[in-house]
């Protein structure tokens, strides 16, 4: 008996279709979970993208189209002025959280962050190299209140431009409204979804870190009560209120919440992309004069210590 009798009549392989031809794999067949994860990304970074511009999108579609006089333009903010109009993004906003339900994997927990949560322990031998970091950040900002706040202010002044004006409205929505809620659920969700621990852990440092960032933000600007800059008052004229500008909560919650891809995430790229971000958002508040080079200092320091302990606390143990 030949070699060939023997294979045409022994046991078909395995996935093979009729006549022993392996079937072609479906361009509508489940994606791997590294394709999910990079998919989901991407879609997020573009509705992120589409809420720093909203409701530019509806405006210049109606300019071009229909002409109708509208109660929002191109200045107008996402969940500010017309909560009406920002039904359109909050209906791709949902329908891309379905997407990645729809889409989890069969093996998807969603115990995993009470598990994490349950697990977290803060470390006292490390607290403090933190009170340590604190105070290094208290001195450098101490000097650049003394040295660099009205010269700093004297730049931002000299670079005002209709660029400047357009790239600081840009940021200052990148780093306010719902952009950070957003973010940590899509870390959560999407975590979650497809099964990702690391994203889960991302999620919940970055709420920790924000939240006590933020309350430790606002008990130091109630205490201090300094001057914004655009009052031009000068850097040490005390003006409790709503005009408090020390520190500023904008830059606090963006390098709290990119402290923790800064310090956790693996790839560099993604390291260099948060800071840059936090960065910009933090310089936009200057150049607004909404707050001096030293109130975002200090607010860097504040973000970025809470984001350190949160994240050696979290991910790093993930």
């Known amino acids: ?65 229909i002409n109708e006089d509208l109660e929002v333009d191109e200045l107008s903010f996402l969940g500010r002025e017309a909560p009406s109009w920002d039904v359109v993004f909050w209906f791709f906003a949902g329908l891309l959280l379905l997407i990645v339900i729809q889409s989890a994997d069969t093996a998807a927990d969603v115990q995993e962050p009470v598990r994490q949560i349950r697990a977290l322990r803060f470390e006292r031998a490390l607290w403090r190299r933190d009170a340590l970091l604190l105070a290094i950040g208290a001195v450098v900002t101490a000097l650049v209140w003394l040295f660099l706040d009205r010269p700093v202010l004297a730049w931002a002044e000299g670079v005002q431009s209709d660029f400047t004006e357009d790239v600081i409205r840009l940021l200052n929505r990148l780093g306010g409204g719902m952009n950070p809620v957003m973010l940590v ?29 933020g309350i430790l933000a606002q008990i130091v600007k109630h205490l201090v009560g300094r001057a914004r800059p655009e009052l031009w008052l000068g850097p040490m004229h005390y003006a409790p209120g709503s005009s408090t500008s020390f520190p500023s909560g904008h830059t606090v919650g963006a390098f709290a919440l990119a402290g923790v891809l800064i310090f956790g995430s693996r790839s560099i790229a993604v390291r260099i992309f948060a800071f840059t971000l936090a960065a910009g958002i933090g310089l936009s508040r200057i150049l607004a004069f909404r707050h001096w080079a030293s109130d975002v200092t200090a607010s860097a320091v504040i973000g970025l210590v809470a984001a350190w302990i949160c994240t050696a606390a979290i991910v790093r143990k993930t």
């Open 185 to 213: 659920a899509f870390f959560l969700v999407a975590g979650i979804a497809y099964v990702e621990r690391r994203w889960v852990a991302y999620a919940i440092a970055m709420a920790i870190a924000g939240l006590g960032a």
């Open 1 to 65: 008996m030949s070699i060939d009798g023997e294979k045409g009549r022994g046991p078909r392989a395995e996935g093979q279709g009729e006549g022993g031809v392996l079937p072609r794999p479906s361009a509508l067949g489940p994606l791997p979970l590294t394709s999910k994860r990079r998919y989901a990304a991407a879609a997020f970074l573009t509705l992120l993208m589409l809420s720093v511009f909203w409701p530019s999108p509806v405006v210049s579609a109606n300019r071009l189209w």
